[in-house]
């Protein structure tokens, strides 16, 4: 036992070794739209992800909308772009209806990774309480374009951000209206979904849709079991 022990400690600093020449170290360097992020979380604490990836891999832009009971229900919407997800937390969730404006309160950006994490933010951490994967796929400019990504960061940076989501639930063009610039705190937007075929006026999807898309748990089983990465 002694002598399989020490052989096998003696072998992990060259396993180590070897693994930092192959592979790169995502979680030391931190990016600037993460920097906010990282700051208001103590990683030995919460097991949601430190981030660090620049991009998802994936071609399409990647959208999230997690379902989290912190000190107050919201849902968070997550927009890929430009190596981050950008974030808004929206107290009643999006709305199919194109004459129901929901309230969008931008927060800090989010790591890529973060659009798989379902689980459990411990109680006294930042955003402590119950997270749900309520809605992901992917998002793209309303219009065709040449250049997609760029009219999206014009949008976002206008504060008129216009896009299509392809969820599982959530489907269509959608707009974030910013109302408010918000300086010292964050802006605040808009989430207004458009006419057309997707729409579907007086529908409280919120209400109708209230298991994990991903696991298909409900909030009480996510806040009783344990939290995943859940990739697919
Ligand atoms: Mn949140």
Do not use: C
């Not at 929206?90 to 309230?103: A, I, M, N």
């Not at 729409?199 to 919120?206: F, Q």
């Amino acid at each position: 036992m002694a002598t399989k022990k020490a052989a096998s400690i003696k072998k992990s600093p060259k396993k180590a070794g070897a693994r930092k020449s192959t592979t790169r170290k995502a979680a030391k360097r931190t990016p600037p739209e993460l920097a906010e992020y990282r700051r208001k979380r103590d990683f030995s604490k919460t097991s949601e992800p430190e981030g660090g990836a620049t991009t998802s891999g994936a071609k399409a832009l990647r959208f999230v909308i997690q379902k989290h009971a912190a000190s107050s229900l919201h849902f968070d919407l997550r927009l890929e772009l430009d190596g981050a997800m950008k974030s808004w937390a929206v107290p009643k969730g999006p709305s199919l209806d194109p004459v129901v404006k929901r309230l969008a309160m931008q927060v800090e950006d989010h790591p890529i990774e973060y659009n798989a994490f379902e689980g459990i933010i411990p109680a006294g951490e930042y955003g402590g309480g119950t997270v749900m994967l309520w809605d992901r796929g992917t998002y793209t400019f309303w219009q065709r374009d040449p250049d997609p990504v760029a009219r999206l960061r014009e949008g976002y940076a206008k504060g008129d951000f216009k896009f299509v989501l392809k969820g599982k639930r959530l489907q269509g063009s959608w707009v974030l209206v910013r109302i408010k610039r918000g300086r010292p705190v964050k802006p605040q937007w808009l989430l207004i979904k458009h006419a057309d075929e997707f729409a579907r006026s007086g529908y409280d999807i919120v209400a109708q849709e209230q298991t994990s898309v991903a696991t298909d748990r409900t909030m009480a089983a996510i806040a009783a079991g344990k939290s995943l990465n859940v990739t697919r």
